[in-house]
């Protein structure tokens, strides 16, 4: 049976505020024995690599959920062998007709990237690298809930300052700050907080673009409004070497204004 510790972690801090992190992207890691089925030799694993994962989000969040008092979940495996933010059901999921769904099968540029699975390998995958990583949250989840009748989910995310070809979006005039909302657990006051304290940093923010929506347990998903979201995307050009992968020189001020927000989001709470 796959652990938790295989797919994810977690990491609480001082448990004050029904606060959670939800970081799906920000991890490298391709389990050894699943690598033979991706195509790509070394030097394009890496370019894909450096396209798509959402470098150091991982150091700009979860530090500041768990110093506000909340609960950061973190996926470890890149999102190249399971995406842990996509639905299961491909037909659910927009980005499955680029080959994008919860298991990928195209890469950025749209080149083959891995054979599609058979069912049974599909179904070996998400038992695997999808389903303990949701249940961990599910469980986090319930446990704010029962501590404190109400949680909210940071979606945290990053996103290159230049559309890569399999997004949806192609508008060059990216912001500073994409926040993604949903209907149901998105209430209205706490994307105003978010926008407003980007405005004060002087941030540009946009809602929904290039990017949209949230993530929440499919348990929870438009089930139960006391579990609130809102997906918070930097752009990659405030903080990275977007060419390396390396921490630009504002890495350390990103952070800083992250937990910022942060603390001013869990200040509300």
Known sequence: MTTLAEVGTISPGHVGVPLLAHIPHSATPIPPDLRPAILLGTAELERELLALTDWYTHEL??????????????????????????????????????????????????????TPPTATERAALLRRCYWP??????????????????????????????????????????????LGTDAVHT?????????????????????????RGTYVPLKHYHTDRRVSSVMIEVNRRLYLDEGTGARAPSFHAVQRLVADLVGYVAGME
């Open 133 to 178: 990583y949701h249940r961990a949250i599910e469980r986090e989840v319930d446990t704010l809930l029962a501590a404190f009748g109400r949680c909210l989910i940071l979606d945290g995310h990053s996103f290159p300052s230049r559309p890569l070809p399999c997004e949806l979006d192609q508008d060059p005039d990216r912001p500073d700050i994409c």
């Open 61 to 114: 969040f979860a530090p500041a959920v768990r110093a506000a008092g909340g609960v950061a979940v973190v996926y470890q495996c890149s999102r190249l062998v399971v995406d842990p933010e996509r639905f299961a059901d491909d037909a659910q999921e927009e980005m499955s007709a680029v080959g994008m769904g919860v298991i990928y099968t195209r890469t950025s540029t749209g080149a083959p990237l891995r």
């Open 187 to 211: 209430p209205e006051p706490l994307a105003r907080l978010v926008e407003g304290f980007c405005a004060t940093r002087g941030l540009r923010t946009t809602r929904n673009r290039p990017y």
